[in-house]
């Protein structure tokens, strides 16, 4: 299911049907904001059997073997290189290799395509065998290149992809998808769409699990309590996450999130509390910006961002 995204859904079927389609595309933006569902979505649009006698942008049967394959992770056109399923912490020459050698077999059908999760998570030695793939594409290839943030990516494979952006989805839409698809009141789907903060695989973990809600409303109501905690209770909060690089990332989110409702509270009353949030906000937005990148020390930049927020 995918929530959102309709104008790069559009661009791509654009490309696609008019056949321009580049033998590589960057999808950047938050994590669970949809990027690696639109690749799939992609991949069946290519894949699919039936492909072409739909009207629907990016149309797939879903039926036939090709979609059934794809469903199920298996098909051999669709390669996959993810450093969440395989728990690495970054993409070494061996992922390159593997790359190559796939790109160089001939598609079973008429495109071989491969999926990269986080391609900011490349050594240079990878990086650099990855882009000889990138400079001599075979026709039959293409590559679907998935990062947090486009900057983290080397600008020598951003300048040969196109690329494209993904933002949270507005909490309206995000309510109307969750209460068509899942058949809840609008009450519970605006609550889960407010917890989601635009993202809609969060949204989707959610609106599946009241024990994850009231997990993430108990972590929410922790993260809004430091906004008034003295510097030695946000000392002493720094030094339980010191090894905890994904609770620091999720305690950026989740102040974030805090801030922009209050902006949006705050704002039509114009007053100044609109303006002290805003300046926290953008304060916050560049410390997470350095905190993702990868040669960032992750706990100084999270020390300094807890202590200057007041």
Known sequence: MIIGHQRQI????????????????????????GKMTVAKKVAAALLCEKR????????????????????????????MIDTEETRKTLLHL???????QHAALSAYGKTRIFIIRDVSKITREAANAFLKILEEPRRQALFLLLARVADDVLATIRSRVWHIRFWPVSEELLTASIQKEYHVSWEQA???????????????????????????DKERARVYALFDASIAERMKFAEKLRENTDGMQKWFTESIAILQNKVHTHLPHRGRQAVIAADQC????????QFLKPYGVKRIIFEDALIKLS
């Open 10 to 33: 559009q661009l791509i079927d654009l490309h696609l049907r008019s056949g321009a389609m580049s033998h590589a595309y960057l999808f950047s933006g938050a994590r669970h904001a």
């Open 94 to 100: 061996e992922d390159a290799h593997h790359i190559r």
């Open 190 to 216: 605006a609550k889960t769409a407010r917890l989601a903060d635009g993202l809609p695989g969060i949204a989707m973990r959610l609106v599946a699990s009241a024990e994850e809600q009231t997990s993430l």
């Open 52 to 79: 072409g006698t739909g009207k629907d942008a990016l149309f797939s049967c879903g039926a036939c073997y090709a979609c059934r394959m794809i469903k199920a992770g298996t098909h051999p056109d669709m390669v």
């Open 282 to 289: 953008r304060m916050l937005m560049e410390r997470e910006e």
